[in-house]
């Protein structure tokens, strides 16, 4: 059964900073790993898409790395910005099936 | 130009009470879903259907029966409603073995049970 961990459950940050949003499963047989940003009462925006042959993808100050072998992904911010206040969700899809997992979420602060 | 639209977005009614969320996506996607979000904003996958089928059904009270009656359309139905149905319920669409299995989600219904 997968399982998808998000690390911190919540940040805050000075306007400026760099940031790591940590997501690790626990079934390293994926189709994509999703990094995805929800605004309070709002739905979920897509923010990056990893599909399983991929290290990486770059979206202007976000950068997203997945180590398949290991289980991990990462969401880095650069220049973080107050409008980058969200919750942060990670979401896996398995090899097989379209069920997309996801983790708990971090919620992120950043302070102006 | 909306591309995952849900209604009501809103929604408030009584215990025992029958109501139906409609959800259309126009991205000409083949797959779409419903996930409910609790309280503590954990989000769940409940559908999942592709090409009008259903794919995928989780644990789910069989009060909830979803209907797909186009590969644009997935409407959710609740009956007998219980006060731990309230929650935001998301309806979202993908394209299924042909695309890169990107995910896009609606606004959300956030239903709430008296």
């Known amino acids: 059964k997968q399982e998808v961990t998000q690390i911190p459950a919540a940040l805050s940050v000075p306007e400026g900073e760099n940031l790591v949003l940590n997501c690790s499963f626990t079934?390293?047989?994926?189709?994509?790993l999703q990094w995805f940003r929800q605004d309070p009462g709002k739905g979920l925006t897509s923010l990056l898409l990893i599909q399983s042959s991929q290290r990486e993808q770059t979206s202007g100050r976000l950068n997203a790395s997945l180590d398949k072998s290991s289980g991990r992904s990462t969401l880095y911010i650069a220049a973080s910005q107050p409008g980058d206040s969200a919750t942060y969700l990670c979401?896996?899809?398995?090899?097989?099936?379209?069920?997309?997992?996801f983790g708990a979420g971090t919620i992120l602060r950043v302070k102006s | 130009d909306t591309a995952v639209s849900q209604t009501p977005k809103y929604l408030v009614t009584q215990m025992g009470n029958d109501k139906s969320i409609k959800c259309e996506q126009n991205?000409?996607?083949?797959?779409m879903y419903w996930y409910k979000q609790d309280s503590k904003k954990f989000l769940k996958i409940m559908f999942s259907y592709n090409n009008k089928e259903l794919i995928i059904n989780e644990t789910v009270p069989n009060r909830f029966s979803p209907k797909s009656p186009d590969k644009a359309h997935l409407n959710l139905h609740i009956n007998s409603l219980e006060l731990g149905d309230s929650a935001v319920y998301f309806c979202a669409s993908s394209l299924g073995d042909r695309g890169t299995g990107e995910l896009f989600f609606g606004e959300g219904s956030r239903l709430t049970v008296l």
């Open positions: 991205l000409g996607h083949d797959t």
């Open positions: 079934d390293s047989a994926i189709y994509n």
């Open positions: 979401a896996v899809r398995r090899e097989y099936g379209n069920k997309l997992v």
